[in-house]
C-alpha cells in the first residue's frame, strides 16, 4: 500500500510503503493524524526537513509560519496527541509536537538525524540555518527585546485558554485577556512600523500569532461577539488586517468557527484532530 500526503506548494510528496500489502495508491488529506497502530512513515533521501505536527496546535503553529515566511521545503507528519503511535516516543522526547527531524545536519551517535523539540528552539534555528529570509531583528538588543515580548505573551495565552477550555466559558470574565494585550498596542505604536518586525512580519509577529487567530473563537466559543476594543486597540487591529494578508499566514489559516469547533471537542473530552480530514472527505453536493 502506498500513502501520498498532498501537500502545499513549499511541501514535498512524501510516502511510504507497507511492503506486506501491496494495493491500488490511493491519496488523503495532509491534515490525517497517525495514530496508535499507524506505520512510521518512511521518506525519501530528499534532504527536506520533517515536521511532526498537529494541525490544532498553535506552537506547531509557530513553526508552520516560519517555514512558510522562509519558504523551506518540509514534510509535514501530523500525530494525534491522544492515541500517538507508538514509534513517536523514539521522535520527540516529550512526545510533544512540534518535533523538527533535521535530515540537513549529522546523525547522532545512533545513526539517525538529530530532531529537534520546542517551538521556539525550532525556530530560533531555522532563522539561523536559513538566514536567506531573516526574522529576528539583527541587532542584538532589538532581538532580546521581541524575546522577553514573545515570553510576555504568556499572559494573554493563558487568559484566551482560559476561556477557550473551561467547562463553563460563559462564565470566566475577560478583563484579564485585554490587560494581556495592552503592552503589544504600546509597543507597537512606539515602533511606527506596520508590524513587529517592521515592514514585514518578523519572529515577533509570527510567535504571537496563533493565539490572535484563535482570538475569534471566542465569539462562538460565548455566544456573542468577542472583539477588541477599536479605540484601545486600534493599531493592534490594524497589524491584524495586515497579517491576515500575509502569504505564511494565509497558508495555514483556520477561521474562528473552525477553531472553537475543535476546542469544543477538546472540552467535550473526544480532541477530534481529524475534523479537517472528515470534512474535506464528505461528497459534495453539486
Known sequence: MVIEYI?????????FINKLEKSKPFKMSDTEH???GSIKPVFPDDGILRLYSMRFCPYAHRVHLVLDAKKIPHHKIYINLRDKPDWFAN???TTKVPALELVTEAPTGAGTPPILIESLFICDYLDEKYPEISLHPKDPLKK???RILVDRFGQFINAI???LLHDDPAQVGDADLYDGLDIYEKELKRRGTPFFGGSQPGMLDYM???WCERFAALKYTLGKDVKLDP???KILLQWEELMLKDPAVKSFFLD??????YMKSRRDGNADYNMLYKAAKRPKLE
Open 34 to 36: 497517525l495514530s496508535r
Open 256 to 261: 474562528g468557527e473552525v477553531h472553537a469547533k
Open 91 to 93: 521522535v520527540s522526547a
Open 161 to 163: 485558554y482560559k476561556l
Open 231 to 233: 479605540v484601545r486597540f
Open 144 to 146: 532580546a527585546e521581541d
Open 7 to 15: 501537500n502545499d506548494s513549499h511541501t514535498k510528496t512524501l510516502t
Open 208 to 210: 504571537i500569532w496563533p
